[in-house]
């Protein structure tokens, strides 16, 4: 497929897509934050995966990125109207932001808890195997432990999902050796080894890494 292929039909999904003014609102603050979303293609791409992952023990989904307003309005649309979404992030006005949002798509507070905190400080506390998707944007120097943290939380079904894990695809370059290339490497074989697990990587944002638990 041509980039002018795959242009034309991103343009025509945008399109032809029915975005809520919630959600164009929570995309307009976050650009004003100098955040990265997911573009629609991703975040139709989301609810699917929490919607389809939906098991009787679970507890719902995780967002762990700075767009807990954008990401969350995704996961909480395939949530339906049971699941609860917990947004982690250390910054008290990103989580503000997402907390608005949420409010103005009609979202009841106890639908959503926030932890104003760094994720890997508190992704230990959570329930193990009761999360239908755990979504993380982390940097790639801790993509890593953001694996190996997050994996024990999803119940069978579930997928961990890390947004632009694959940096653009330099990856492949060998001579990038730098070392955020160095982690994500580390981290894409890590996730290409764990048991009982479905990895699909997709050309979408600087990479999209899914790891689905079977």
């Given at each position: 497929?041509?980039?002018?292929?795959?242009?034309?039909?991103?343009?025509?999904?945008?399109?032809?897509?029915?975005?809520?003014?919630?959600?164009?609102?929570?995309?307009?603050?976050?650009?004003?934050?100098?955040?990265?979303?997911?573009?629609?293609?991703?975040?139709?791409?989301?609810?699917?995966?929490?919607?389809?992952s939906a098991n009787p023990k679970s507890?719902?989904?995780?967002?762990?990125?700075?767009?807990?307003?954008?990401?969350?309005?995704?996961?909480?649309?395939?949530?339906?109207?049971?699941?609860?979404?917990?947004?982690?992030?250390?910054?008290?006005?990103?989580?503000?932001?997402?907390?608005?949002?949420?409010?103005?798509?009609?979202?009841?507070?106890?639908?959503?808890?926030?932890?104003?905190?760094?994720?890997?400080?508190?992704?230990?506390?959570?329930?193990?195997?009761?999360?239908?998707?755990?979504?993380?944007?982390?940097?790639?120097?801790?993509?890593?432990?953001?694996?190996?943290?997050?994996?024990?939380?999803?119940?069978?079904?579930?997928?961990?999902?890390?947004?632009?894990?694959?940096?653009?695809?330099?990856?492949?370059?060998?001579?990038?050796?730098?070392?955020?290339?160095?982690?994500?490497?580390?981290?894409?074989?890590?996730?290409?080894?764990?048991?009982?697990a479905l990895v699909t990587r997709l050309?979408?944002?600087?990479?999209?890494?899914?790891?689905?638990?079977?």
């Amino acid at each position: 497929m041509t980039d002018t292929v795959y242009d034309a039909l991103r343009s025509y999904i945008e399109a032809t897509s029915e975005i809520p003014e919630a959600l164009a609102a929570a995309r307009r603050d976050a650009e004003e934050f100098g955040l990265t979303v997911p573009d629609e293609v991703t975040g139709q791409l989301l609810a699917t995966l929490v919607a389809n992952s939906a098991n009787p023990k679970s507890t719902g989904a995780v967002a762990i990125t700075p767009a807990a307003g954008v990401v969350g309005l995704y996961l909480l649309r395939g949530l339906g109207k049971q699941g609860t979404l917990t947004c982690i992030d250390p910054e008290a006005e990103h989580q503000s932001q997402a907390r608005s949002a949420f409010r103005a798509a009609g979202y009841a507070p106890s639908r959503v808890r926030f932890l104003p905190s760094r994720p890997l400080d508190v992704m230990g506390r959570l329930a193990s195997g009761s999360y239908q998707l755990v979504y993380a944007e982390v940097s790639p120097i801790e993509l890593t432990a953001a694996i190996n943290t997050a994996w024990p939380l999803l119940t069978s079904g579930g997928t961990l999902v890390l947004a632009d894990s694959l940096l653009e695809g330099t990856l492949s370059d060998q001579s990038r050796k730098d070392r955020a290339t160095a982690a994500a490497r580390e981290a894409d074989e890590l996730a290409r080894t764990l048991d009982n697990a479905l990895v699909t990587r997709l050309p979408l944002g600087a990479g999209l890494t899914l790891i689905t638990r079977l």
